[in-house]
Each structure stands twice: as C-alpha cells, then as structure tokens.
C-alpha cells in the first residue's frame, strides 16, 4: 500500500497557488463589493439631491402659479382701468364736454363778471351771468366762439343793485352740441 501524507495532501507549491489564487479571489470580491458600495451610494446621493430639487421646484411652482394668477388678474383689472381712464380722458378732453364749457365761459368773464347758474338738460342749456363791467355784444361774440355751443339768445338782461355797485344779470338759452 501507498503512503498517504494526510497532514501535507499538497504540494507546497501548489498549497502556495492555492492560496495566492484564493486571496486574489477574496480580494477582487471585496474590490468588486467596494466599488459596488460606492456606485451604489452616488447614486442614492443622486437620488436624495434630485428628489430635494424636485420638491424645491415644486414649492416654487405651486408660489409663481400664485403670481401668474394674481399677474392675470392685475392685468383684466388693468385693461378695465385703462378702458375707464379713456373714457374720461375723451370726456374730459373734448371741448363740448359742460366742464370745458363752465371753465371757458369763467375765462371769458374774467374778473368783469361770474357765472351765477348753468343748467344743462338734456342738449338745452340755460346760464345765468352776473356782469359788472360787460358789453352784451362782446359777452355774446365770446360765448358764440365757445365749441359746443350753439344757438345762443339772450332771454333777459335786468340791472341789480348788489351792495354800492349796479350789476346786469343776464340770462342766455341755447344747446350743447356734445362730440362722438
């Protein structure tokens, strides 16, 4: 019968490839885990930072809705504005508008005289003038000059005693031609 070595089964040189193949194999394993490990753990990091960007920029979108909502509405209220303010712009600008009539007969008058009433109904216009030092014809030529004017007669003229100074009161009927 053969000898049967059963402390030493190997070869020492191939014990010694044995063991150089196993700690190779154990360490590319564990080379292989670490890498894994740090693949592993970049993309968790990416996942955890996108997953904070993307609550970020939900945050921010739910507060410009709220700006773009509140813009829209600022801006229906802008145009309704604008569309009132040019209303009265064209109201205000137009020279038969009652307003720019009362200043232009004021401005005619000067310091001679005052407007006492100006009644407008409808197109029909009546005014009531206190003059202390007027001539009816250069009163009446100024009125007619007046845009929006038109149709003037002198209804009355009577002296008043207001105070030490004699004054006429005059009344003048006519219409108001109102522009488009």
């Known amino acids: 019968m053969k000898n049967i070595n059963f402390i030493n089964a190997l070869p020492a040189r191939t014990y010694k490839k044995i063991k150089h193949w196993t700690r190779l194999c154990f360490t590319g394993l564990a080379a292989m885990l670490v890498a894994m490990a740090v693949v592993h753990f970049k993309q968790y990091a990416d996942y955890k930072r996108i997953k904070g960007e993307r609550a970020s920029l939900e945050r921010q979108a739910t507060l410009l809705a709220g700006v773009a909502e509140r813009h829209k509405a600022l801006q229906e209220q802008d145009i309704g504005l604008n569309t009132r303010l040019a209303v009265l712009e064209r109201y205000t600008t137009e020279a038969q508008n009652p307003s720019m009539v009362m200043t232009q007969i004021k401005l005619l008058l000067g310091n001679k005289g005052f407007l006492e009433s100006f009644t407008l109904n409808n197109d029909q216009i ?42 006429l009161q005059v009344s003048i009927k006519g219409t108001l031609a109102r522009g488009a």
């Open 126 to 167: 009546s005014l009531m003038l206190r003059c202390s030092q007027c001539d009816m014809a250069t009163l009446m030529g100024g009125l007619r000059q007046i845009p929006g004017l038109q149709g003037l007669t002198l209804t009355a003229v009577q002296p008043k005693q207001v105070g030490p100074d004699l004054v």
